[in-house]
């Protein structure tokens, strides 16, 4: 934080000599927002700590964490995140609308420790576990990194449910019961009664001869036709 103080104006002549460091540490920084898109806090998340590296000189940091999820794990909260939102749309509880543009052309960037510092973390998006139906979930569904250190304890009530080798997820394997409970919570994303029709556009032949025919479903995209009527000359001769 220092570091980002200490250079908020690049002016000063006693950064004439690091110049060349800032202008190098440019070709990094698609990575590092990338690396920070891929950190970004989940629904369920109301914060999320990570390890950063950072250039002494205050020219670039990295988010140096790689996150890592267990698939059905990560469905299944997707899944209870996507019907807290919908719940959320209807309801309009803490739906705030933003204005846009957020900030002035001439208005100054946002000191961090003056305004963001001292923010408390918004309510994260979690779905109340309470009934008895996800009792096997329920301790551990929202945790940082789920199911990471059940293999410390072994005589625990998950013990004879779950294997996991540890924060890597490279080895797991859950047992049906979970993955039950661990499906139900997911399937508003998972289409479980694929619509009959559902290759009827996408079927390239039937698709060229409908759009050849300027078809169009009510309410659904109309096509420019292929070949527009054109003005022959009439003169055969």
Do not use: C
Request: proline share 9%.
């Amino acid at each position: 934080r220092k570091i980002l103080q200490d250079h908020g104006d690049m002016s000063s002549k006693r950064y004439n000599s690091e110049k060349r460091i800032y202008i190098g540490a440019l070709k990094y920084v698609p990575h590092a927002l990338y690396k920070l898109l891929e950190n970004i806090p989940m629904p369920w998340e109301s914060y999320k700590e990570v390890p950063v590296l950072f250039h002494v000189t205050g020219a670039i940091s990295f988010i140096d964490h790689v996150p890592k999820v267990i698939e059905p794990v990560y469905r299944a909260q997707w899944g209870t995140a996507w019907l807290m939102m919908r719940r959320e749309k209807r309801d309009r509880r803490h739906f705030k609308r933003m204005r846009f543009p957020p900030f002035d052309d001439e208005e100054p960037p946002l000191d961090y420790a003056d305004h963001i510092l001292n923010v408390e973390p918004g309510e994260a998006v979690q779905l109340d576990l309470g009934d008895d139906q996800y009792e096997l979930l329920r301790d551990w569904f929202y945790d940082t990194k789920p199911l990471s250190d059940v293999g410390e304890n072994r005589d625990g009530p998950l013990s004879e449910h779950v294997y996991v080798n540890g924060p890597s997820y490279k080895v797991w394997r859950l047992s049906t019961p979970i993955m039950a409970q661990l499906y139900d919570l997911a399937e508003p994303l998972l289409n479980a009664f694929p619509d009959a029709n559902r290759r009827f556009l996408f079927d390239l032949p039937e698709f060229l001869t409908s759009k050849a025919l300027n078809v169009a479903i009510p309410g659904g995209p109309r096509f420019e036709p292929l070949f527009r009527d054109v003005d022959e000359d009439e003169d055969w001769n």
